[in-house]
């Protein structure tokens, strides 16, 4: 099983649609997780941060399932300016405690 | 302005000839990382530092080099460039990674080896 694997998409939904990606993990330890934002050839910034079981942020919401071993991310309202890549990554805790995991990427496009 | 800045953003060379692609951060940051991006592979790490002096193997290492001489700077080091390090490189820096802090990345170096 990958590390960390995403739905590659594209998703292609209408402006106002809820839209949910899902991101699964196979670290087990794993405490913290991670959604960010990268547009067409610019670099990832960070969108949102998951501890425990969830954060809200507006019209984002993560959400954690560790007994799955997933993290999702839930778009509502969807807005053309959310068109883009979104990167879930974990951080691998342990031996090599520097090491990140990106996953390859879900893209998004909202179409006015 | 607080920023992670990469040179050269754009870089054409040929086989065996050695280059260099700078980092620098000027948030005073502890962690800094080099991940390469190829279409259908994401985002992998190439290299990473927890501090001065301090660097260690990310996933893909094989062909590169660094050095953390300087909590700024961590450039990246390809000694004998070959065609299939063609790629996106970013650099990316956090305050530290216990616990995980935002990482902030620099613009890319989009590199070319013929």
């Known amino acids: 099983r990958k590390e960390v694997e995403q739905d590659p998409g594209p998703f292609n939904v209408p402006e106002g649609a809820t839209v949910a990606f899902n991101c699964t993990y196979s670290n087990s330890a794993s405490q913290s997780f991670f959604w960010y934002r990268q547009d067409c050839r610019k670099e990832p910034k960070l969108l949102m941060s998951v501890y425990s079981s969830g954060n809200e942020d507006g019209r984002f919401t993560a959400q954690l399932n560790k007994a799955s071993q997933y993290v999702s991310l839930l778009i509502r309202d969807s807005q053309p300016s959310d068109s883009a890549t979104y990167l879930c990554v974990v951080p691998l805790y342990g031996g090599s405690q520097g090491n990140l995991i990106f996953g390859k990427g879900t893209k998004l496009s909202v179409k006015p | 302005e607080a920023q992670v800045t990469q040179n050269p953003r754009y870089l054409i060379t040929v086989t065996g000839k050695k280059l260099t692609v700078t980092c620098s951060q000027n948030?005073?940051?502890?962690?800094m990382s080099w991940y390469r991006q190829d279409p259908g592979l994401g985002l992998r790490q190439i290299y990473y530092?927890?501090?001065?002096?301090?660097?260690d193997k990310g996933d893909v290492p094989e062909g590169y080099k660094v050095s953390r001489k300087e909590k700024r700077n961590f450039p990246l080091i390809l000694e004998s460039p070959s065609p299939n390090q063609t790629s996106l490189y970013f650099c990316?820096?956090?305050?530290?990674?216990?616990?995980?802090?935002?990482?902030?990345f620099g613009p890319g170096t989009r590199l070319t080896v013929l």
């Open positions: 530092s927890m501090n001065v002096e301090v660097t």
């Open positions: 948030m005073n940051h502890e962690y």
């Open positions: 990316a820096s956090s305050l530290s990674l216990l616990p995980y802090n935002e990482q902030f």
